[in-house]
């Protein structure tokens, strides 16, 4: 089990969900118990796989030297508009990684990303053009931990062949 607090990682404060409803806004189980590792609750089920079955065991082989949780990032200031104060615009992180070679790249687990998720990270492209910024997700059937982008063309491409081949069975 690793230690926080000798490696030196910096964490978000995790709140424990309230009892009573079984999901979040987020459509996130509030059952923490299933997305909690080394006494971390996660956003999702998937960060918490990718945090535990990832990051540490490449955090105790070396390969990464350095990650935070939960890093915060501005994608627009706070401005007045017409005497009205607008608030910025934050996106969280899920994890902040340097690697023993001296890269540095931003992870963001995703399932199926949002409108507001596809938005943030264009802004966190404009914003931080030299940060390597990656979505990941998971799919066996694409061999485990891959680049969201990759998945959803590899999953394009299944369904097109899947529609080829039921057009040949029905046209025998």
Known sequence: MINIEKS????????AASEGDT?????VNKDVSRRTHNDIIFD???EM???????IPS??????????????????PR???????VQPIKYVADFFIRYKDGREE????????????????KMFWYNYPTVAYRWVCHSAIDGGWCDYDYVKKQRSIRKKQK?????EEENG
Request: no cysteine.
């Open 59 to 76: 955090f105790e082989s070396g390969i990464i030297i350095y990650f935070e949780l939960q890093k915060p990032y501005e994608l627009l």
């Open 106 to 121: 931003v992870i963001d687990i995703k399932g199926y990303p949002d409108s507001v998720a596809l938005i943030k990270r």
């Open 44 to 46: 999702s089920e998937m």
């Open 8 to 15: 030196g990682i910096i964490m978000a404060n995790n709140l």
């Open 79 to 85: 401005f007045i508009h017409m005497g009205i104060t």
């Open 163 to 167: 529609k080829l081949k039921k057009l």
């Open 49 to 55: 796989k990718y945090f535990r079955d990832v990051v």
């Open 23 to 27: 999901r979040t806004k987020f459509n």
